[in-house]
T-cell receptor, first 114, second 115 residues
Framework: DTGVSQDPRHKITKRGQNVTFRCDPI?????LYWYRQTLGQGPEFLTY????????KSRLLSDRFSAERPKGSFSTLEIQRTEQGDSAMYLC????????????FGAGTRLSVL | AQTVTQSQPEMSVQEAETVTLSCTYD???????LFWYKQPPSRQMILVIR??????QNATENRFSVNFQKAAKSFSLKISDSQLGDTAMYFC????????????FGTGTSLTVIP
């Protein structure tokens, strides 16, 4: 499968715990995006990377959230001291450099904070 | 700020019939792109169709076509010959030309195709 891969698909955690999600973009896609989707809503932009550089962060990305893309390939999204309001689907998307206006999405990681 | 509005939370259509999903947006940008994405129950978003704002011609992809009214900031999706596999959430999305290229999504329309 050469699509965008996200791991894990589901994560259940207790409030206050830290969680980390991983996204593997399509090979050679230089832009990678993170979105959050809550029930009944469309995805909301969190942050994006061009190669290893994090170029923009949404106001939704509080200090408890951090994202990295250390080698310009896979990315991780960490949430520290999780809160119940963090429960959502976290989606990753990637874009080839030659066609920046097409984003390919992964299946997402569903986070449930108890 | 960019906003995308989908005023139809749920719609249904008989198999083989035609259905139109509405989308309006608000922006002060001149360079932008518009998209319709489909999200089946498996939750993976799939691109249905896209439109460059500078193109006057409406985009078409097989059974899917759009009615892009730039002055009215309207971008509706028409699905012809609806199939059971079209059952999904449909999201309208706006993308600025620069910088960032992140999407701004509407709240979605849940489409059910009835056999």
């Amino acid at each position: 499968d050469t699509g965008v891969s996200q791991d894990p698909r589901h994560k259940i955690t207790k409030r206050g715990q830290n969680v980390t999600f991983r996204c593997d973009p399509i090979s050679e896609h230089n832009r990678l995006y993170w979105y959050r989707q809550t029930l009944g809503q469309g995805p909301e932009f969190l942050t994006y990377f061009q190669n290893e550089a994090q170029l923009e962060k949404s106001r939704l990305l509080s200090d408890r959230f951090s994202a990295e893309r250390p080698k310009g390939s896979f990315s991780t999204l960490e949430i520290q001291r999780t809160e119940q309001g963090d429960s959502a689907m976290y989606l990753c998307a990637s874009t080839p450099g030659r066609a920046k206006n097409i984003q390919y999405f992964g299946a997402g990681t569903r986070l449930s904070v108890l | 700020a960019q906003t995308v509005t989908q005023s139809q939370p749920e719609m249904s259509v008989q198999e083989a019939e035609t259905v139109t999903l509405s989308c309006t947006y608000d922006t002060s940008e001149s360079n932008y792109y518009l998209f319709w994405y489909k999200q089946p129950p498996s939750r993976q978003m799939i691109l249905v169709i896209r439109q460059e704002a500078y193109k006057q011609q409406n985009a078409t992809e097989n059974r899917f076509s759009v009615n892009f009214q730039k002055a009215a900031k309207s971008f509706s999706l028409k699905i012809s010959d609806s199939q059971l596999g079209d059952t999904a959430m449909y999201f309208c999305a706006f993308m600025r030309g620069n910088p960032g290229n992140q999407f701004y999504f509407g709240t979605g329309t849940s489409l059910t195709v009835i056999p």
